[in-house]
C-alpha cells in the first residue's frame, strides 16, 4: 500500500497500534488499513467500545477541567495518543502541558500540530519508565517540579501486566510531585463476570501486540497507593463527576472506570 506522507518511514504498516486503533473508535483518520481491521473485528463482537472510548475522552477533559480550577497548571499527557479535539493543552490555557508516547505517528503528530503552541512539549518515550521520561530534557525545561503537576494515565495501564508492576508506575510518577500534585486514571475492567462478547474480545487483544489486561475498580484503587482517591472515588468512567444530562453507559453498563488521586 502506499504510506501516506504523515506516516514515519520506520512505522509498519501491516502492524495494528494501540494509539492509532483509538484513534480509530475516536472516528480519527491517522490510522492504518490494519488498525481499521482490528478495531472492526472488535466492534463486531462489542460495539459498546466507540462509545466508551469517547467517554473516556469525556472523563479526561472534565478531570483536567477540574484540577486546572483547583490552580494546577502543569500536566503531564502520559500515553497521549495522537492528537484530537479536546487536547489537554486547549483545556488549560496559559499552562504547561508535556504529551509523552512511543508511537511514531503519535509522536509526528504531536509535534507537527503544537511547533508553534507555547508552554507544550512532545517527549518520545515509553511511560512505563517513569524515571527516563521525567529525565527528559522537554520535561526539566518545561516543568517546574517545586509546583504541583498532574500526570495522566488515561486508558493506558490496561495495557500494561501484572509482571511490569503498574502500581510502581504510578507511584514513580507520583514520587517526583509535591503534594498537590495528582494522578488521573482510566483503565478498561470490570466488577462482574465477562459475557461471551466481551471474552471474543480480550481474546483478540490477546492475540495482539498489545493484550488487554481488565482490572477490577478494587485492583484499579490499588494501583494508587497511598494517595489520597477523590471523591466520588474509582467509579464507572460515566460516572465520575459527568456534566448535567451526561448520557450513561450503554445498556446501563461500563466496562471502564476511572478515579483521580491526590498527593498529601
Known sequence: MERPSWAPADVDL??????????YYLGGSH????????????????PAVA???????AFLRRAVTMLAGLGIQQFIDLGSGIPTVGNVHELVPG?????????????????AILADVPGTAVVAADLRAP??????????????????IAFLLAAVLHFVPDEERPADI??????????????????????????PAEEAAKEMYRKSPTPLILRSSQEVAKLLGDLTIL?????????????????????GDAIGCAAVARKD
Open 51 to 57: 462509545p466508551l472510548t469517547r467517554s473516556n475522552r
Open 31 to 46: 490510522n492504518f488499513a490494519a488498525d481499521r481491521a482490528f478495531a472492526e473485528q472488535i466492534l463486531k463482537v462489542m
Open 231 to 251: 471523591e466520588p472515588g474509582v467509579v464507572a468512567t460515566y460516572d465520575w463527576r459527568p456534566d448535567p444530562g451526561a448520557e450513561t453507559a450503554p445498556d
Open 95 to 111: 499552562g504547561k502541558v508535556v504529551y509523552v508516547d512511543h508511537d511514531p505517528v503519535a509522536v509526528a503528530h504531536s509535534r
Open 131 to 148: 524515571a527516563d521520561v521525567l529525565a527528559a530534557p522537554q520535561v526539566q525545561g518545561l516543568l517546574d517540579f517545586t509546583q504541583p
Open 170 to 195: 504510578v507511584a514513580g510518577y507520583a514520587a517526583a510531585g509535591v503534594p498537590g500534585s495528582h494522578i488521573v486514571l482510566s483503565h478498561a475492567g470490570l466488577d462482574r463476570p465477562l459475557t
Open 14 to 23: 501491516d502492524q495494528p497500534s494501540v494509539a492509532r486503533v483509538y484513534d
